[in-house]
């Protein structure tokens, strides 16, 4: 189970931000990867991908996004919140079967 | 540049039985996993069900097995959601999703298509 907090942010734009997802397992493998990812789903649209292994930022991924952890603790920061970033953040598990999301956390601008 | 088009939702009755397709171009389809999901009103997203490259492994989410069945065609570049014995409980957007190489994730996603489940 993922557990994400807060479920709903009031940022005003170029005020950091800062999302938190713990898992009820760990999620490293013995591969030595750590299978989490975060998503942003904008309004009507499907969710896009932000960060995947925790912390590597995806193909065209702003760097006021970043992502760190380890284990079953996990963080999505955003430096300097923009308009643009308005949207549900989800964090995704792929260690284990099924792969499953938090609840998602809904962030608005002021 | 990958585009994943997915068709077939509509209004159905509980009982009922609805196929979804999704038709992809930009990439050599039949080298990848792919995926549906599906994200209830309101509520956050669903991994329903995915299935190999050459067909090799199936899986299910608790929910759904026995009743959904994932396929593919190659040749047309199309994914497939067979889906019985709906419930309102299947009421959804539901997406289409590319994996990566490594089948580690979703990398593309289409826009989904809205199954309604309602007498």
């Known amino acids: 189970v993922l557990t994400q907090t807060p479920l709903s942010l009031s940022v005003t734009p170029g005020q950091p931000a800062s999302i938190s997802c713990k898992s009820s397992q760990s999620l490293q493998h013995s591969d030595g990867k750590t299978y989490l990812y975060w998503y942003l789903q904008k309004p009507g649209q499907p969710p896009h991908l932000l960060i995947y292994e925790v912390s590597s930022r995806f193909s065209g991924v702003p760097d006021r996004f970043s992502g760190s952890g380890s284990g079953t603790d996990f963080t999505l920061k955003i430096s300097r919140v923009e308009a643009e970033d308005a949207g549900v953040y989800s964090c995704m598990q792929s260690r284990k079967l099924p792969w499953t999301f938090g609840q998602g956390t809904k962030v608005e601008i002021k | 540049q990958v585009r994943l088009v997915e068709s077939g939702g509509g209004l159905v009755k509980p009982g009922g039985s609805l196929t979804l397709s999704c038709t992809a171009s930009g990439f050599t389809f039949s080298d990848y996993y792919m995926s549906w999901l599906r994200q209830a009103p309101g509520k956050g997203l669903e991994s329903v069900s995915y299935i190999s490259d050459g067909t090799r492994y199936t899986n299910y989410a608790e929910s759904v097995r026995g009743r959904f069945s994932i396929s593919r065609d190659d040749a047309k570049k199309s994914l497939f959601l067979q889906m019985n014995s709906l419930t309102a409980d299947d009421t959804a957007v539901y997406f289409c999703?590319?994996?990566?190489?490594?089948?580690?994730?979703?990398?593309?996603w289409g826009q989904g298509t809205l199954v309604i489940v309602s007498s």
């Open positions: 999703a590319k994996q990566d190489a490594s089948g580690s994730y979703y990398v593309n």
